[in-house]
């Protein structure tokens, strides 16, 4: 299973529109094939007068490789609003032509002429749907009238302005159902702008309360241990005793959690050396802690703006395989190009369904759901792809400049 949670960060409405858009030409271009599989048993299933059987099957074969090749176009890449111009201009052309080289058996294709509308109502744009409903009225009116001009025995039969006006009924509320949604839509987009500001402020809070914490634990309680510690060091010095030695113990050790509290807080190394340095130490110290055998692959990137959220998404990341995964290997990798920063982590352990991330966070288990918000939030990607007895891999892509300004070093 591969999940990639989308990532939407500070883009414009009009992109979020046009990925809306995409996904529309592309459920029409996959529903596209079979319509005209049905359009190719007009000629065997209904005996029609004027039926030019050749020109009908060129022009359906044109039709099916071209929808073919757009298939294979609008899977691989994003399309623009262009698309869906095209791709209408070219079924209203198609049934059109189609029509014209089927003779009497228009009646049949009515169908197809009703869809047109409705197949471009749900890419959000009123004004192109309007326009396509009309076209279609009156090309359907178009070919009935060359029907009379070429052949004097069809005739205009009266059903055919009957037609039409479903047409034109169609086209009137297929551009109110687009209207509609396009409405909504915007709602669901400023819903969404409001989330990620609310996400990002939160965010913000929380790393400025980090270091604070950090720093009145560095300068405070760390150095009154220190100090302590140093006193008592001098007291054995002139009495040895086992309550000492037991005091400096306990002084030395708690000096040490403080020490890896603040690290956990607010890494040092990241200042200090960069991202790259403190992913090898974070990298060591899992190894030994976990005595999972890990290996690292790490480019040097600097001081990159996202380094202190890479580095927490892989202190995460690696957490996480020390108390679920139990594998015996774990992979990290770091790359940096393109203006972006990749973090990669696999390990050969037992797997999970990725579904199960909605319920943990229901449960008060947000750890690794919150760092996908984080990595989204900064305009990156959050790809998991694990199942069960397979292993788990993780790629995060993240911008390297991502609006955050580098924090000052704790002394």
């Known amino acids: 299973m591969h999940n990639q949670p989308h990532s939407m960060h500070n ?15 592309r459920v029409t271009a996959i529903l596209r094939l079979p319509l005209i599989g049905l359009m190719s048993l007009l000629g065997p299933v209904v005996r029609v007068p004027h039926w030019r059987p050749d020109v009908f099957a060129a022009l359906l074969t044109m039709y099916a490789a071209v929808a073919l090749g757009w298939i294979f176009l609008v899977l ?11 791709s209408t201009a070219v079924d209203v052309l198609a049934v059109m032509s189609l029509s014209i080289a ?19 109502a749900f890419q959000y744009r009123p004004r192109l749907t309007a326009i396509v409903g009309v076209c279609t009225a009156f090309g359907y009116q178009l070919a009935w009238i060359v029907y009379s001009k070429r052949d004097d025995t069809m005739g205009f039969p009266s059903e055919v302005y009957l ?69 008592v060091e001098e007291a ?52 030994r802690r976990s005595e999972i055998e890990t290996s690292v692959e790490i480019d040097e990137v600097g001081r990159p703006d996202c380094q202190e959220l890479v580095y927490r998404v892989a202190r995460e990341l690696l957490a996480n395989v020390t ?39 229901a449960q008060g288990h947000i750890g690794l759901a919150s760092h996908i918000e984080r990595v989204e939030n900064a305009g990156g990607t959050f790809d998991l792809d694990s199942s069960p007895g397979t292993g788990t891999r993780v790629v995060v892509t993240v911008p390297e400049s991502i609006g955050t300004k580098p924090h000052s070093s704790i002394d």
């Open 11 to 25: 883009q414009p409405h009009s992109l979020v529109v046009r990925r809306y858009t995409t996904e529309a030409v």
């Open 236 to 287: 054995m010095e002139r009495h040895p005793d086992a309550m000492l030695d037991a005091a400096e113990s306990a002084l030395r050790e708690t000096a040490t959690q403080l020490r890896f509290t603040v690290t956990m807080l607010h890494p040092q190394v990241l200042a200090q050396l960069g991202l790259s340095s403190a992913l090898r130490e974070l990298a060591d110290a899992h190894a």
């Open 163 to 231: 037609y039409f006006g479903f047409l034109l009924w169609l086209a009137a509320a297929t551009t109110a159902l687009s209207y509609v949604l396009a409405r909504r839509s915007a709602t669901v987009i400023e819903l969404l702008d409001v989330r990620r500001q609310l996400i990002a402020e939160s965010m913000g809070a929380e790393e400025r309360e980090r270091r604070q914490l950090a720093e009145h634990l560095h300068d405070g309680p760390l150095q009154n241990v220190l100090a302590a510690r140093l006193d």
């Open 102 to 120: 089927s003779g009497g058996a228009t009646s049949v294709l009515l169908p197809v002429f009703y869809l047109l509308p409705i197949s471009v």
């Open 323 to 361: 108390r679920h995964s139990h594998a015996a290997k774990v992979t990290l990798r770091l790359t940096g190009s393109s203006g972006k920063i990749t973090l990669v982590i696999v390990d050969d352990g037992w797997g999970f369904d990725p579904a199960v991330v909605p319920k943990r966070v």
């Open 76 to 86: 691989v890449r994003e399309v623009g609003p262009w698309a869906g111009w095209m």
